[in-house]
Nanobody
């Protein structure tokens, strides 16, 4: 059974940083590209960034230059380093396969950017 466990969220001031982690159970991590997604209140879930098995990455425009996605295939873990956080980055962050979300979503991790 595939499960995603996200962690690392929290409350941070604008301009601050957080590092999110996603641990993936089940034998899929080495098979698929993985992505970070987020959902703010009242909005649809949206893609943030994706990382392919070999490490190549893809970012949406609103996080380019601020966020860095990476993966450790030996640990079945994906990361999202978020710098220069903005108020509009506040959301619940989720991980799943990329670009198609093939599995049920985990609980996500809440990121709140507030002064």
């Amino acid at each position: 059974q595939v499960q995603f466990v996200e962690s690392g969220g929290g409350l941070v001031q604008p301009g601050g940083s957080l590092r999110l982690s996603c641990v993936v159970s089940g034998s899929i991590f080495s098979v698929y590209a993985m992505g970070w997604y987020r959902q703010a209140p009242g909005k649809q879930r949206e893609l943030v960034a994706g990382v392919y098995r070999g490490g190549s990455t893809n970012y949406v425009n609103f996080v380019k230059g601020r966020f860095t996605i990476s993966r450790d295939n030996a640990k079945n873990t994906m990361y999202l380093q978020m710098n220069s956080l903005k108020l509009e980055d506040s959301a619940v962050y989720y991980c799943n396969t990329y670009p198609t979300q093939r599995y049920s979503w985990g609980q996500g991790t809440q990121v709140t950017v507030s002064s």
